[in-house]
């Protein structure tokens, strides 16, 4: 069976080997993996079997790459709609059901006609029905209560949401960088 090569893309590991981010998970093209190996920005961890060659040239694909300098993480991510949904964990904040992003809202806690701010601290993800329900109210007018108060996360707190959040591409040889503090079964 004939492997694309479009089908082997290189997990990105910062220079501690974790991830650069989680969810979208850090992934280059191939070609992007490979420019990065022949300008020395990166270590190959490991490689695919599969080969790709040039005239005078050949070389198994990365699948997991290393960067040879540290990128640190910012302290402040942005406020973003899908920050919101990955720092409450794609759930309603009222009913608590999970949803795909598509089906979410956001919701101002304190509504803005009311002088609610746009904000991490007064934002919180809602589903259609829930956030409807709510309407324009307080929440001791609607007698709705976000599960959790609304907070600026740090980066790392949305890496470590995001990793509950498997992509939908895991190859083998990324699952012991992906996971690697998470408890062994052992079986």
Known sequence: MSVSPESCPALVLNADFRPLSYYPLSVWPWQEAVKAVF???VNIVSQYDHVVRSPSFEMRLPSVI?????????RRPAFTRFNVFLRDRFSCQYCSDGYPAPELTFDHVIPRSKGGRTTWENVVTACQSCNLLKGNRL??????????????????????NGRAFPPNYLHQSWRDFLYWDTELDPN
Do not use: A, N, W
């Open 39 to 41: 300008l020395d920005r």
């Open 139 to 160: 929440p001791h007018q609607s007698r709705m209560y976000p599960r959790t108060r609304p907070v600026q996360p740090s980066t790392y707190q949305l890496q470590e």
């Open 66 to 74: 290393s960067l040879k300098e540290f990128i640190p993480l910012t």
